[in-house]
């Protein structure tokens, strides 16, 4: 029976399982939200959409917090080679987490009722600020909570003389993760400045802190899945990190266009705006060097399958898709459409939620000692997750294009419901992949949750597949598919995404042509169909590839049993 090498470790699995327990519930009021959309009646005066919208977002933040915590506590003994300092705090800041979680989903109804914000003169409730719906109460339990991350960290790693770039990224992170909630206690009358305090908070989080967290997270769990190299993965780690913070905190100002905030946000917005895929490119071409390093065959495929669907979709979703809406010419139109949904979706699950998910299905076998387990639920929950968030995305975006040329190009009435019924199609579709995406959620909860309670697959059965296509490949030319994915061929996949990136941009850039603002909406209908469609296809290949490519990491069983690198295959 394997076992974990630091006792403490164990007290990441039970913010893993919340994470898994959150996961499922927001889901839920997703397909909810899809089916109030059809139906903008269901549930009105018991759960009104823009309840059931808040606790949506609220869960995905809350889920998502939790994932990075356990994966930190679990991580924090391998990287320090000691046990977690202050184990009681951190069952505390457990605690801690399931009253926020609480507070949260209940004090939501209370703006339903009229007792919410700070205008109302109820802020220790809920304050009524969007991503910022909790209360003061809230607010402190929740800076309390950062601040115990935070002491347990960094008085758990070694004297920072002895850090490498992983150590300093995890513990710039945590630390700024605590800081910029501060700006969160802030509240100004005065709206455009209330803005600002509240898009450092938003905007940082994700650009200058989740961003920090996640590339050292990822880096360090390369490390542990492939035995990659420290200092090559540290290198990336820094770069990554360094691009985060040049061009996250100005591209902050691309929340600055239409509030009220001076004109020349719109051309420093649009430029650093511009520059923050750079990192997503970077974090993207190293997992794909670390995973090939040594080309040993997987031995967990829903770890790395999660692990690479978050970094891909970080470059689809955060990267090509931020660069997309986020110049100021074509943001005037996406803003706040449902073009915005597209990219929230894929970025926000696809970058922080499938890291959280990868590292549970990385730690819980290891936390339950299982040796063998049966990675097919894992392997069928994610292409399930995966292909109904890319399908979320295509329908999203659709759905937002259509809006803003009927809404904001015709100027046809939303609320005589003009819009609605121009976007019915797009509306009609959203509960399909949404289903898609729920089933898949279902199926890894369930996975995760009965790890180590079911049956153990036995070493033969378990490795099957690998063994026949291992006998395939030492007496048959292996199909291209499922060949080894060289850097060239990874390029190349890189450049069609991007290729299909410059087509949307120029479809958004399209409404501020004469023609179409007259009423022809030919061009970027055009250019969105053949932009998403080739965009969410091509990112679907990709991964299908990548994965099909690991079986050629072996030629022969005995070779993938003792690790030994194909002969057969030149070195890259």
């Known amino acids: 029976m394997i076992q974990i090498e630091y006792e403490t470790q164990r007290l ?9 327990v959150l996961f499922l519930f927001q889901t839920g009021f997703g397909l909810l939200l899809a089916a109030q959309h059809l139906d903008p009646l269901l549930l009105s005066g018991v759960l009104n959409f823009n309840i059931v919208r808040a606790e949506h977002t609220n869960l995905g933040i809350l889920w998502i917090l939790a994932g ?14 000691r046990e977690l300092a202050a184990p009681w705090l951190i069952k505390f800041l457990f605690y801690a987490l399931l009253a926020v979680v609480v507070w949260n989903v209940f004090t939501q109804v209370l703006a339903q009722q009229g007792i919410a914000g700070w205008w109302l003169g109820q802020p220790m409730l809920q304050e009524g600020l969007e991503y910022l719906e909790a209360g003061r109460i809230a607010d402190v339990v929740i800076l309390i909570g950062f ?17 490498n770039e992983i150590h300093w990224g995890l513990g710039l992170g945590v630390l700024a993760l605590t800081a910029v909630w501060v700006f969160g206690l802030f509240f100004i009358e005065r709206l455009d400045l209330q803005e600002y305090f509240r898009w450092y908070v938003v905007h940082y989080w994700v650009e200058g802190v989740w961003e920090v967290i996640h590339i050292s997270l990822v880096g360090f769990l390369v490390v542990l899945m492939f035995k990659a190299n420290v200092k ?39 430029l650093f705006s511009a520059l ?14 670390d995973a090939h390093h040594d080309r040993k065959p997987i031995a967990n495929m829903p770890a790395f399958a999660f692990l690479l669907g978050s ?9 090509i898709l931020g660069f997309t809406m986020t110049f100021a010419l074509t943001n005037v139109w996406s ?28 730690a819980v076998p290891l936390m339950r000692g299982i040796q063998n387990f049966d990675q097919r639920l894992g392997k069928m929950a994610f292409w399930l997750v995966f292909t109904g968030m890319l399908g979320l995305g295509f329908v999203f975006a659709i759905g937002g294009t259509i809006q803003v040329f009927v809404y904001r190009t015709l100027g046809l009435d939303w609320f005589g419901g003009d819009v609605s019924g121009a976007m019915q199609i797009a509306k009609v579709f959203v509960p399909v992949f949404g289903l898609i995406f729920t089933i898949g959620v279902a ?81 970027p209908y055009a250019m969105s169909g053949i932009g998403y469609s080739g965009l969410l296809l091509v990112t679907l290949l990709f991964v299908w590839r990548f994965l099909s490519s690991l079986n050629a990491r072996s030629t022969t069983p005995q070779a993938a049993a003792f690790g030994t690198p194909p002969a057969a295959q030149p070195a890259e």
């Open 232 to 270: 090559a993965v540290g290198y990336a780690v820094f770069w990554g990190i360094s691009l985060v913070w040049l061009s996250g905190l100005l591209g902050n100002a691309h929340h600055y266009f239409w509030i009220g905030t001076p004109e020349f946000w719109q051309f420093w917005g649009s």
């Open 147 to 163: 601040a115990i991350l935070c002491y347990v960290v960094l008085r758990t790693f070694p004297p920072v003389k002895q850090w």
């Open 276 to 289: 923050e895929p750079l990192p997503l490119i970077f974090c993207f071409w190293h997992i794909y060097l």
């Open 335 to 362: 803003h706040g459409t449902w073009i915005t949904l597209s990219h929230a979706h894929l970025a926000l699950f696809g970058t922080f939620g499938m890291l959280g998910l990868s590292a549970a299905y990385y």
């Open 311 to 319: 970094v891909v979709l970080e470059q689809v979703g955060a990267g």
């Open 68 to 81: 990075f915590i356990g994966t930190i506590l679990f991580v924090g003994p391998l990287l320090s080679k």
């Open 12 to 20: 990441s699995l039970r913010f893993f399982l919340v994470m898994l």
């Open 443 to 523: 199926l890894l909860v369930f996975d995760l949750l009965t790890l180590g309670h079911r049956p153990v697959v036995t070493p033969q059965a378990d490795n099957l597949a690998s063994v026949e296509t291992h006998r395939y490949a030492a007496t048959a030319e292996m199909p291209r598919w499922k060949q080894l994915l060289t850097g060239w061929e990874a390029g190349v996949w890189l450049l069609g995404m991007w290729f299909f990136g410059a087509l949307i941009t120029l479809g958004l850039l399209s409404f501020n042509l004469s023609g179409v603002r007259a009423g022809s909406p030919f061009l």
